[in-house]
C-alpha cells in the first residue's frame, strides 16, 4: 500500500519559517520524481517546487529564493523548506510523487501564514 503523509505545517507569521517534511512508503522511492503542490480556498492546486530522481529542482516563480526542495533516497523522504513566508503563502501544501502516467498524493498539511 502506497502512503504519502505530509508534516509540518501550522500557523506562523509574515517573514517566519516552516519546514514540511513528505514521508513515503509502498515505492521504491529513488524511482519517483518528487513533488509539493498547494492550494488555497477556491483556486487551483498548483505547483510549488519539484525535484527529480536525479535532484534537478524546480520552483513556481512565486516561491523562487524563499524555498527550497530537497530529497532524501535512503529515508524514502522530502522536504520543503520555506523561508521568508508571506500571507499569500497560505494553503493546502501536498506531496506529490510521479512515475511516468502514476500519480500518488498526500492528504496535505496546512501552512496559515498570518500578517
Known amino acids: 500500500q502506497v502512503q504519502l503523509v505530509e508534516s509540518g505545517g501550522g500557523l506562523v507569521q509574515a517573514g517566519g519559517s516552516l519546514r514540511l517534511s513528505c514521508a513515503t512508503s509502498?515505492?521504491?522511492?529513488?524511482?519517483?520524481?518528487m513533488a509539493w503542490y498547494r492550494e488555497a480556498p477556491g483556486q487551483s492546486r498548483d505547483l510549488v517546487a519539484q525535484?527529480?530522481?536525479?535532484?534537478?529542482?524546480k520552483y513556481a516563480d512565486s516561491v523562487k529564493g524563499r524555498f527550497t526542495i530537497s530529497r532524501d533516497n535512503a529515508k524514502s523522504s522530502v522536504d520543503l523548506q520555506m523561508n521568508s513566508l508571506k500571507p499569500e503563502d497560505t494553503a493546502v501544501y501536498y506531496c506529490?510523487?510521479?512515475?511516468?502516467?502514476?500519480?500518488?498524493w498526500g492528504q496535505g498539511t496546512q501552512v496559515t501564514v498570518s500578517s
Open positions: 506529490r510523487a510521479s512515475r511516468g502516467l502514476v500519480n500518488y
Open positions: 509502498g515505492i521504491i522511492f529513488s524511482d519517483y520524481h
Open positions: 525535484i527529480e530522481r536525479a535532484g534537478s529542482r
